[in-house]
T-cell receptor
Framework: DTAVSQTPKYLVTQMGNDKSIKCEQN?????MYWYKQDSKKFLKIMFS???????INETVPNRFSPKSPDKAHLNLHINSLELGDSAVYFC???????????FGPGTRLTVT | AQTVTQSQPEMSVQEAETVTLSCTYD???????LFWYKQPPSRQMILVIR??????QNATENRFSVNFQKAAKSFSLKISDSQLGDTAMYFC?????????????FGKGTKLSVIP
């Protein structure tokens, strides 16, 4: 019954590694997002996909690459992880670009 | 660029009392949505309430209501009959509805503690 799910919920890895976070929504929404929440709880948009097409691509390092295999999935791949990448990453979805956004449970990434 | 300001980093309220969280925003847009999201210790982001800028009537959802003052660019959240489960971070958010600009911008949040 989970509307927006993310895996894994926790991820601990070493600097320099490559990791992926998966997101799936079963709401039938057309638009999906990735947000980063830093240690001060500030939430900022990273990417937005609408019907599998990249809409928003904020200034994030190109080590971050989103991939949307279909409308229900938006994965986030991160190359060469750095200490500053430690944060909580949220996936979200909405019916349309201007719709209410529903968030996944978040993935706490810790880079050591 | 839009900015959202929550001037109260932390607040506390006694159980069953009423509390108001402040939010102001800066925009040149005329059409937009405003939201309040709640993030309890579980980390889940939960939509509390939405307000359309073209609507003069303030939105309400059970114990949650807003005071939307468009001219003043103010959007406060009132929680009535506070409950322990209301303890959470509360984020105000703004979404413009201009062509191609539907990005959600969040404030820095207000940490609310409900005291038994």
């Amino acid at each position: 019954d989970t509307a927006v799910s993310q895996t894994p919920k926790y991820l601990v890895t070493q600097m320099g590694n490559d990791k992926s976070i998966k997101c799936e929504q079963n709401l039938g929404h057309d638009t999906m997002y990735w947000y980063k929440q830093d240690s001060k709880k500030f939430l900022k948009i990273m990417f937005s996909y609408n019907n599998k097409e990249l809409i928003i691509n904020e200034t994030v390092p190109n080590r971050f690459s989103p991939k949307s295999p279909d409308k229900a999935h938006l994965n986030l791949h991160i190359n060469s992880l750095e200490l500053g990448d430690s944060a909580v990453y949220f996936c979200a979805s909405s019916q349309a670009l201007w719709g209410e956004q529903y968030f996944g449970p978040g993935t706490r990434l810790t880079v050591t | 660029a839009q900015t959202v300001t929550q001037s109260q980093p932390e607040m506390s309220v006694q159980e069953a009392e009423t509390v108001t969280l402040s939010c102001t925003y800066d925009t040149s847009e005329n059409n937009y949505y405003l939201f309040w999201y709640k993030q309890p210790p579980s980390r889940q982001m939960i939509l509390v309430i939405r307000q359309e800028a073209y609507k003069q009537q303030n939105a309400t959802e059970n114990r949650f209501s807003v005071n939307f003052q468009k001219a003043a660019k103010s959007f406060s959240l009132k929680i009535s009959d506070s409950q322990l489960g209301d303890t959470a971070m509360y984020f105000c958010a703004f979404m413009p509805l201009g062509a191609g600009s539907y990005q959600l911008t969040f404030g820095k949040g207000t940490k609310l503690s409900v005291i038994p």
